[in-house]
């Protein structure tokens, strides 16, 4: 395994990897089992010690771009209200009305100088100060400064929106991605690209069961013979493990020229695809031109249901160099794409999964040692519960 070497001598390993049709690899097989997918006693930890305790990404700072944008989220523990302030900044609140709690704003995305309750018109800043009570001198005295919107803790940074979903938490993004994953993040100037498109997909599949297919290069030539099979190698990865967070480089099939021919002091970018896994629930691939951001949240209730949101995250059209047409075809069949594969060849598989893992009698289930960042991902969520566990 290779850790924060230069990226050139990186995607050269995986050169040496495919060469000797291998991949890194951990030192064990690992076992799980179904009820992971599908035990609400399990889900509301993971909604409470994961989600409740760590920051996850939720949006591009692109997609509220001025002040007054906002959107709405549903988070695993709440509605989420995410406001572009005056001053630049972002703020999250618990999206409900502090009087009789009432959904406060319905819409998933637009701009607004204040926040009105449809029932009986309240309404807050863009801050969350409680700015008006109707009919003030029926109601009674109250501390209105006590009753402002709920605030989350949130944080932009690397370009990305962060929360916690949990009032009481504090949030410090580079602590949770630590040094390594810091600067790898802080290298992509992610904060210069626009997100081309977003779309939020519910599915009636556990959130780690979607987790767990975007970070596997063992599945593509079989799962997807005539796409993504097509264009990058199966089950090449070139592999760092940062603790936390992972990621590798899989070599893409137009690198082959390379196995034999020399590449010399020529850049080799644009022949691989780097995958980012960013715990607790995203992932975010490193394109030769763009990025994509895959993340994945539990449903709020139900473990057998999740939401996966995918973002393209590209240059902008004033730094392209291209016309606005040619910009906005290129990315839209691009992103059209990336909608195919999801719909037509990975749902169906993960939906099918998670009816596979309703059996009563599933036996023990398998991670190889060449699924390593599957095995992060397992090592890491399983390592946030147990913190949380009671000291036995
Ligand atoms: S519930 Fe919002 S104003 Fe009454
Ligand atoms: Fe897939």
Known sequence: ??????????????????????????????TFSAHEFTDPELAQRERDLIFGEVPSIIAHGSEIAKPYDFMTVQMPRNNVLLVRQKDGGVKAFVNLCRHRGALLEDNEKGRCRFFSCPYHRWSYDPDGSLRMITRDNTFGDIDRGKFGLVELPCEERHGFIWIIDNANASIDVAGWLGPEMDAILGGYDLAELVCFRAAGFDEPTNWKIMQDAFLDGYHIQYAHPNSAGKIIHTNVMAFEDFGRHCRFIA??????????????????????????????????????????????????????????????????????????????????????????????????????????????????????????ANQVFRRETKRLLAKGAPPS
Do not use: C
């Open 251 to 372: 070599p893409r099939k137009s690198i082959d020229r390379w196995l034999e021919e020399d590449p010399g002091d020529r850049s080799l970018d644009p022949y691989v695809t780097e995958t980012h896994f960013l715990l607790p629930n995203s992932t975010l691939l490193r394109q030769p031109d763009h990025f994509q951001l895959l993340t994945f949240r539990p449903h709020p209730t139900d473990p057998t249901k999740s939401r996966m949101e995918q973002r393209l995250m590209v240059p902008r059209l004033e730094v392209s160099g291209m016309a606005e047409d040619h910009w906005n075809n290129r990315w839209e069949k691009n992103w059209e794409i990336l909608l195919t594969v999801l719909h037509s060849e990975d749902f169906p598989l993960l939906r099918n999964s998670q009816q596979g893992m309703g059996s009563a009698d599933a036996g023990d289930m398998l991670l190889g040692r060449n699924e390593t």
């Open 1 to 30: 395994m290779t850790k924060s070497l230069p990226r050139p001598d990186r995607i050269r390993r995986a050169i040496e990897l495919l060469r000797n049709e291998t991949t890194d690899k951990f030192d064990d097989v690992v």
